[in-house]
């Protein structure tokens, strides 16, 4: 079944939306891994864009061989 062109043009609306393409505030995030939870923040939080303000840290410990270690996500607006 063929789309008609204002089906076509919904959907790409759509697309856009969903990849983040429609006006707002851009937010951005980097996650890092280590083993120290708070050297790992510090270099998470060293990799946000100059003049962007930190609105979420969050670490998720993950055991490797008995070991713990650390995965770190800073997010941005």
Do not use: H
Request: aromatic share 6%.
């Amino acid at each position: 079944m063929l789309l008609s062109l204002g089906m076509k043009g919904l959907l790409l609306f759509k697309a856009l939306l969903l990849l983040g393409f429609c006006g707002g505030a851009y937010a951005g995030s980097v996650t890092v891994e280590g083993v120290d939870r708070e050297i790992t923040i510090n270099q998470a939080q060293s990799k946000v864009p100059e003049g962007k303000k930190v609105t979420e840290t969050s670490c998720t410990t993950i055991e490797v061989r008995l070991d713990p270690r650390y995965r770190c996500t800073v997010i941005w607006e």
